[in-house]
């Protein structure tokens, strides 16, 4: 089968079981429809993705590796949701559609927000009962760290306070690597749990903080250099709110060249991990990306 | 020993648990500074006092108990930020002291209330690591629904599209289960799972709801006639909002028999439950208050 072809459908299945799990819950209209629009607005589920990858490679139960994914899937979306807010980017658009505060007002973005990143965990602690497997609460601890005062949020913070700030590139990759790394980390991490593959933890962490890292500088790159109707959103935020990017402190040239260093070591321990070569595949579509 | 001292010293003990918790998990400051800004705020801590209380009277391990009630305090704390946001009630003081976003800024302020959210279940993910007790999962499913979007911000949502709205009798009752009943509920069923007694979850369901109810009673009273110096926060605003309220719907007089109605069955529950005597004292203390 085609690359484009096997990610389309596993776009597809986290689609779906994102779906199931909201439209099962019995969320009550006001909070429910605000939750549904910012999950339905899309985006390339490359964390569900990563998580399902990993564990088909490694032999886990896909089943219970899509449901971890989707709840990581909760939290980016929450994150970006609170992301977009007036005292956060200020941002009207997201994936091309009008952002959450925009459509719901901002006091139902806020909750929306908040009810997302809640649901991620009521998914969590579903599989736990499900599942009385101490390996499964280590995938869950290593989530619940990426995405909190430990990580992502972390991560968001230090960005608010960098802006107008000339960081240094260690201070940059820091930040980035709690703001962004630590959930694409999780994702793949939490597979190797799944799968019952403690052994293979340190292995996929490496593989996942140098695609992290390459991810990162391309989108560097890509909001310098970028097209604003490929991406949906408003490129060039980062010069205008002054903010340290690779592009700003390294030049371009050294971005790419370091984005590439990364991706092939993340396409060369892909290759390791998947003998089916997917998940290379799936890397070097994330890092050789236009949008 | 007299109540207000045994109050004192499970307040004591939640604050000092709750500092250990903050302060042993290495966050970065630039996020860990405004939550401890607004978990040092303090308040009576009454939702951790129950969870301990109710697993004392149960045989349960205090430990144990006291990290639960911790985190629920972390949730409750985050909600009280995010509520006091300007695109929420727009509140400048809470409990005599600036609130989060005046001090921090709404941006910091919004991450703050996300960490803490999050930090709750870092806490609760570790008791279920140290744990591998299938009722403990079922402590934690109890607190995560009750947070969400089928609990407390599902309430939250209800209550900002019902300002200017004449809310009916049941609508009001309804909108409080979820906003604050659902996570005093949690915090008293989380008890009898984490003393293993699944037999006592209904009669501790049964004693919690009463008391969610009279406890939202005597606040709407307490809105309605209080003295703002005693609260630490502006009164009236119920008024000023043009918000449904028990007062406005019931009227004053009806309102107080109810709240003692609900009072009573709580109270005489939880004499059963607890024959040391004080949950009861404890039921009486947060339902006879005038603050």
């Given at each position: 089968m085609l690359f484009n072809q096997q990610l389309k459908e596993r776009q597809q299945m986290v689609n779906v079981r994102l779906s199931e799990l909201l439209d099962s819950a019995n969320i009550p209209n006001v909070i429910y429809e605000p939750m549904k629009y910012s999950v339905d607005a899309g985006g390339k589920r490359i964390r569900p993705i990563l998580t399902l990858s990993i564990t088909e490679a490694l032999g886990g139960d896909l089943k219970d590796a899509l449901d971890f994914g989707c709840a990581i899937e909760f939290i980016h979306t929450y994150s970006?949701?609170?992301?977009?807010?007036?005292?956060?980017?200020?941002?009207?658009?997201?994936?091309?559609?009008?952002?959450?505060?925009?459509?719901?007002?901002?006091?139902?973005?806020?909750?929306?927000?908040?009810?997302?990143?809640?649901?991620?965990?009521?998914?969590?602690?579903?599989k736990l009962e499900e599942n009385n497997n101490p390996l499964y609460v280590k995938a869950v601890k290593e989530i619940v760290k990426a995405s909190g005062s430990r990580g992502m949020v972390a991560g968001q913070a230090i960005d608010i306070k960098s802006e107008n700030k000339q960081l240094k590139l260690e201070e940059l990759y820091n930040m980035h690597r709690l703001k962004t790394g630590a959930i694409i980390e999780a994702a793949c991490v939490a597979a190797a749990y799944i799968s019952n593959r403690e052994e293979s933890v340190e292995i996929i962490r490496d593989f996942s903080r140098h695609l992290g890292i390459a991810f990162q500088i391309v989108d560097d790159i890509l909001d310098f250099i970028g097209d604003e109707k490929k991406l949906g959103k408003t490129v060039g935020k980062d010069k205008e709110a002054n903010k340290a990017t690779y592009?700003?402190?390294?030049?371009?040239?050294?971005?790419?060249?370091?984005?590439?260093?990364?991706?092939?070591?993340?396409?060369?321990?892909?290759?390791?991990?998947?003998?089916?070569?997917?998940l290379s595949k799936l890397t070097e579509y994330l890092l050789f990306r236009d949008n």
């Open positions: 970006l949701i609170h992301d977009d807010l007036p005292a956060m980017d200020n941002d009207d658009f997201r994936r091309g559609k009008l952002t959450n505060h925009k459509v719901y007002g901002e006091a139902i973005a806020i909750l929306a927000g908040d009810a997302l990143l809640n649901f991620a965990f009521e998914v969590l602690s579903q592009v700003t402190i390294l030049g371009i040239d050294e971005a790419k060249k370091r984005a590439q260093e990364h991706s092939k070591i993340s396409i060369k321990i892909a290759n390791d991990i998947d003998k089916s070569g997917f």
